[in-house]
């Protein structure tokens, strides 16, 4: 029996591929999409992990001075004497040959020694700290050699370590970095001796139980991914929950045959059930092997962005991580679960005489459109709850979830009532019965339609938030990039001969320099600025105290960047954490990290041995001076960039940075279409009957499939216009919530009428030609199918 | 001596790798190459001598005391302060060759507290003058106007203690006249002791502070390469007897050969008597299981010279150093033809 019943059961989909088709491809694409989300985010967080491990145990607690600024050698060794038993690091990136590699310099003879254990196992060190020791020895992986070709050390190199960190004695980091007495925060030994004296006010302890800096600054980014994979998911499980429906709803005259034969209903539901068990298996693991696929394609310019953004490394190579993988089968077995749920409490209550008619789709279609409407309205209260009185990046994509699930589950009622009035204004009989028919078939369809209205939506509202963001981070450039021309110099006093030359031919020097601190425990960089119109005319000041330029030449405080003013909820007027008023908060689109500006003569006194190396230079005659710098001091490439140059390589990081969110957009926009095209596909020959009736009245095949393709046209069309409201309050919540939140910076919206128009037309296109296979199957098909309809009648 | 070559041999070539410092650093060969080695009829001159020899590999101050409280409990104090260098050579900078290693211990007759510190020299966080007289790692110091009075200071995790210490006779040179040879094979180094030192202060111990007053003995020494390859572990004695007598003697065991030993009797006038290898002796009697191995906590030592047949126990048997290279270091008790109190310190077991 059990055996019949499931040769009876899986029949179905033999009759039907297509639908066999629709739910395992929408299942394989929803879970592909956020596998490869997934996998992305596991590899930067395993990158992440590995680059943490090189010191940042959680074991450890860190001690850091108050305002940031490094430890001198001297610090150091007052707080040893002391008897505080703590170790000394150095950290910092050095950029050479195209690679960046963040460098750690730790003390081998003071560290933890679980911690120099764990950083020296498997290596050639194993057998001692000897090898950190000896002179100018390095450790890094294989990859990142080609930094260190002109660098006097002696590389170790070990494949097992993170790409884009090495390790090394601190003289030996010092000296690469040319911080020949820093140190950049000093581990806390667990064990301490008796009686020991508190430490100076002026330092911090610093729980070592956090998050490393990357992984910290780079969570918004990778939760944003996580939302697109999820969105991108939710896409894939309409299609599924529209599947599996539709397969129950064909499938009552079997279940009622199997019923009335004494099949219990408990044994019927576990074999469809397993049925279903073994479909989300199958398309599980093509979903996780197109993931993976996906991911690899992706990585690149995920790696490029967080690169570019947060400074982190992650490698380019993609490893297949059971935690991925495994997350996409559970999310595959998940998603047919929560989208056959229904179906299955359906079959629970099915009574056994229930009569088999398409009629009784629809009906219980209008029930479950009150039922879907009545969710929808509790999702909208939810959404508005969590913008009233959330906080932070869940909140933000809270919203954002409630918002869309909220609105594809108002669609079929809305598509509904536009039908309905439609059919009021029309006249004429074919016209009244095209508008009747299409809402007929408006519940097969619904699922595919609310898919295609996430899709829109979320493609309206990204592409609002990128341009705005372009538009806005192209005029920022203009304002930042104010200089003709910009210098660097290898050395100090190279720098001090170039400027002083260029000054006596009438070129204004405007030196760039800064220097690495910590505010409130996360890395952010200060700047001195020479107080010149340059400045006063075309920082991008978004709130300031008056006279802002003034105060801050008089060294009356800081101007600091937006991301610092909001991770600190800092205005002017507020103290920084370093003591420094605040004067001003300048947008800054740069990089997540703080920014803090003083006035040169500040930043003498209080980084006395950093001098410039770094120019701004204003000419009139921008080309000759490049010419004559080029001529005299034989510079070459980075070391003398204009203005346009640096512009260019400021957008096309811009543009890689978003380039994983158009991606995902165009994938998820694919599912969308997909799901119209199958959608069609199934109820193409479901309705058959519908359709022979209007055939026998003298409509020709051709007629109907055109009729046909209108009809898609016009479901897409309406699902547009929905969509176009629904996209401008997603980009809303992500330029006013989750950009704040994810950068640090918030940006003014503008509308692109032409890229919806654009977007528009694009969905159209899709619709089209998704309608297209079933109408031009629906023109030929042949007369005697069309006939048979009326005998099966009998 | 004290000391511990051994200890110090196997930091220097267990952590430090030192071969492979040597051949990458300013192109030096292994081993003693490059670095200054004792010899004989050297005339010692302080206080400069009380200072760091960077030119030499190893080095040692190396402070041990018997102490007691006012009730009559015993205790035992170690201060040590080795010096290891990668190079024959010292720089004011993180590049410095000198390494730093400190031990500090206080032994009760039920509890055994130890500490270890670690430090780079270069930078002033460790380091020895000597005039006026410093010796620190971290927050552990001796320091004094000369050798004559010095206070040592040292603290752990479950201990730490403040002492004065005043010199009561003269310095102290083993061998011929501070060349102490280790080995048959004429290996050798720089060693003098004070063994003259009263002793008095405070220890803190998780149960209180104890005022306590005893004697104590200073060892320094230093050297390139004392021991060879085959002599891997040791026993060491420094004994006070009741008359006012002292006896230092120590057993190099050979892997490959015969036992090294040697002596040197010190009257209470401070004059010394060296005695050659074979003259001393010394024999396990007993041993304690002390941290997952068998260590002989009593001994028989014999110096027929000096009439001297004593049995040495263990104030207390678990006297381990669980330090980066463990070993056993703690005050002894002496019966015997002689009486009094002294140190034991034993390595390789």
């Known amino acids: ?794 | 001596m004290n000391g511990n070559p051994l200890v110090l041999i196997v930091f220097l070539w267990m952590s430090l790798a030192c071969s492979a410092f040597a051949q990458g650093f300013a192109g030096l060969g292994s081993d003693a190459e490059g670095f200054a080695v004792p010899h004989r009829g050297y005339a010692f001159d302080f206080p400069a001598d009380h200072g760091a020899h960077p030119a030499y590999r190893i080095e040692w101050w190396y402070v041990t005391a018997n102490l007691q409280d006012a009730e009559g409990t015993p205790y035992g104090l170690q201060w040590t302060l080795f010096r290891s260098a990668l190079a024959p050579e010292d720089t004011s900078d993180w590049d410095s060759p000198q390494l730093w290693l400190g031990h500090a211990a206080v032994t009760t007759p039920t509890h055994h507290h130890v500490a270890e510190r670690r430090a780079r020299g270069g930078i002033g966080q460790a380091g020895v003058t000597a005039s006026p007289f410093e010796a620190w790692i971290d927050d552990w110091q001796m320091a004094g106007a000369d050798m004559e009075a010095v206070s040592l200071r040292a603290a752990g995790p479950t201990f730490s203690y403040d002492m004065a210490l005043t010199a009561q006779g003269p310095l102290v040179f083993h061998g011929e006249d501070g060349f102490s040879q280790k080995s048959a094979s004429g290996r050798a180094s720089y060693y003098y002791s004070q063994p003259f030192f009263d002793i008095a202060g405070t220890l803190k111990l998780p149960d209180g502070e104890i005022d306590v007053t005893g004697q104590a003995w200073m060892d320094r020494e230093w050297a390139s390469q004392p021991l060879g390859a085959s002599q891997v572990s040791w026993d060491w004695f420094s004994m006070s007897f009741d008359d006012g007598a002292k006896l230092m003697g120590f057993t190099l065991r050979d892997t490959e050969g015969d036992d090294y030993t040697a002596a040197t009797w010190i009257s209470p006038q401070g004059e010394a008597t060296a005695f050659p290898d074979g003259a001393f002796s010394a024999l396990p009697m007993a041993k304690s299981a002390v941290a997952g191995r068998m260590i002989p906590t009593t001994w028989r030592a014999m110096l027929p010279q000096k009439g001297v047949n004593v049995t040495i126990r263990a104030l207390n048997p678990q006297a381990w150093m669980a330090t980066s290279i463990p070993y056993w270091e703690g005050p002894v008790t002496i019966s015997g033809s002689h009486s009094g109190r002294g140190y034991l310190e034993m390595t390789g077991y």
Not at chain 1, 231 to 239: R, T
Not at chain 1, 372 to 395: D, P, Y
Not at chain 1, 592 to 600: N, R, Y
Not at chain 1, 605 to 634: C, S
């Open chain 1, 1 to 794: 029996m059990t055996r019949l019943g499931l040769i009876a059961l899986l029949s179905h989909w033999r009759r039907n591929p297509w639908q066999l088709l629709t739910l395992i491809a929408g299942l394989a694409l929803a879970t592909a999409l956020w596998c490869g989300v997934q996998a992305i985010n596991a590899e930067a967080r395993a990158s992440y992990d590995k680059a943490a491990d090189v010191l940042a145990s959680g074991a450890f607690n860190a001690m850091r001075k108050a305002d940031g600024s490094a430890f001198s050698t001297q610090d150091y060794v007052a707080l040893r004497r002391m008897g505080w038993q703590v170790s000394p690091v150095i950290e910092g990136t050095i950029e050479r040959n195209d690679h960046v590699v963040q460098l750690v310099g730790i003390e081998p003879m003071t560290l933890p020694q679980s911690l120099l254990e764990r950083e020296t196992a498997g290596t050639e060190a194993a057998r001692g700290n000897g090898t950190l020791l000896q002179a100018r020895a390095l450790f890094v992986h294989p990859d990142d050699a080609a930094a260190f070709t002109e660098e006097n050390v002696t590389l170790h190199l070990n494949a097992q370590r993170p790409v884009g960190t090495a390790l090394g004695d601190i003289a030996t980091v010092q000296g690469l970095l040319r911080k020949p007495d820093e140190i950049t925060r000093l581990i806390v030994d667990t064990v301490q001796p008796m009686g020991l004296p508190p430490i100076p006010e002026t330092y911090r302890i610093e729980s070592g139980a956090g998050q490393t800096d990357v992984a910290r600054l780079t969570r918004s980014f990778h939760l944003n991914l996580t939302a697109f994979g999820l969105l991108s998911f939710a896409v894939g499980i309409f299609i599924v929950y529209g599947a599996v429906g539709l397969a129950f709803e064909q499938r009552r005259g079997v279940f009622r045959t199997l019923r009335a034969l004494g099949m219990p209903v408990r044994r019927l539901m576990v074999l469809l059930a397993l049925e279903l068990g073994v479909f989300s298996l199958i398309a599980g693991g093509l979903g996780v092997a197109l993931g993976y696929l996906i991911a690899a394609a992706l990585l690149p310019d995920v790696a490029a962005t967080l690169r570019g953004l947060y400074g982190a490394e992650i490698t380019g190579q993609l490893q297949l991580r059971p935690a991925w993988w495994l997350s996409g089968l559970g999310m595959a077995f998940a998603g047919t679960g929560i989208a056959a749920a229904a179906a299955l409490i359906k079959l629970a209550r099915l009574p056994l005489l229930s009569f088999n008619h398409p009629r009784a789709m629809s009906m219980h279609a209008l029930a479950s459109g009150r039922w879907m409407a009545a969710v929808a309205c509790l999702l909208f209260v939810s959404g508005f709850a969590f913008a009233l009185w959330g906080e932070g990046l869940f909140a933000g994509f809270a919203l954002l979830a409630c918002l869309l699930v909220g609105a594809a589950f108002c669609l079929p009622a809305l598509l509904a009532l536009a039908l309905q009035a439609a059919g009021r204004i029309s006249r004429g009989a074919l016209a009244e019965w095209f508008w009747a028919d299409s809402r007929q078939q408006l519940p097969g369809l619904s699922m595919a339609l609310m898919a295609l209205l996430l899709a829109m939506a979320a493609n309206i509202g990204v592409s609002t938030m990128v341009s705005s963001f372009r538009l806005t981070f192209t005029g920022y450039l203009d304002q930042r990039l104010s200089s003709e021309l910009y210098l660097r110099l290898d050395t100090a006093d190279q720098a001090e001969i170039v400027t002083s030359d260029l000054v006596t031919r009438g070129v204004t020097v405007l030196p760039i320099i800064s220097e690495e601190i910590r505010i409130a425990g996360l890395p952010a960089e200060i700047y001195g600025v020479r107080d010149h119109a340059t400045y006063r005319e075309n920082w991008p000041i978004l709130a300031a105290v008056p006279d802002v330029w003034d105060q801050l030449a008089a060294d009356r405080g800081a101007l600091i960047n937006e991301q610092l003013a909001r991770r600190n909820d800092l205005g002017p007027g507020d103290a920084l954490p370093t003591g420094d008023p605040v004067l001003g908060v300048y947008s800054d689109y740069g990089n997540a990290a703080g920014q803090v500006v003083i006035s040169e003569a500040e930043f003498a006194r209080r980084y006395p041995q950093k001098r410039a190396v770094r120019f701004g230079l204003r000419a009139d005659d921008p080309e000759a001076v490049a010419q004559y710098l080029r001529a005299t001091y034989g510079l070459q490439g980075d070391a003398l960039i204009d203005q346009a140059q640096l512009k260019a390589f400021s957008l096309s990081v811009f543009e890689r940075t978003f380039s994983v969110t158009a991606a995902l957009n165009l994938l998820t926009l694919s599912v969308a279409g997909l799901a119209i095209l199958i959608s069609l596909l199934t109820l193409a020959t479901l309705r058959l009957p519908q359709l022979a009736p209007v055939w026998a009245l003298g409509l020709t095949r051709r007629h109907l499939a055109l009729l046909e393709l209108l009809r898609a046209l016009c479901l897409a069309a309406i699902t547009g216009l929905f969509a176009v409201p629904l996209g401008l309050m997603l980009a809303w919540v992500l330029l006013a919530v989750v950009n704040v939140e994810a950068f640090g910076w918030r940006l003014p919206m503008f509308l692109f009428p032409a890229e919806y128009l654009q977007l528009g037309i694009l969905t159209l296109c899709a619709a089209l030609l998704a309608a297209l296979w079933p109408a031009i199957r629906l023109a030929r098909t042949p007369p005697d199918r069309l006939l048979r309809v009326f005998s099966n009648e009998r």
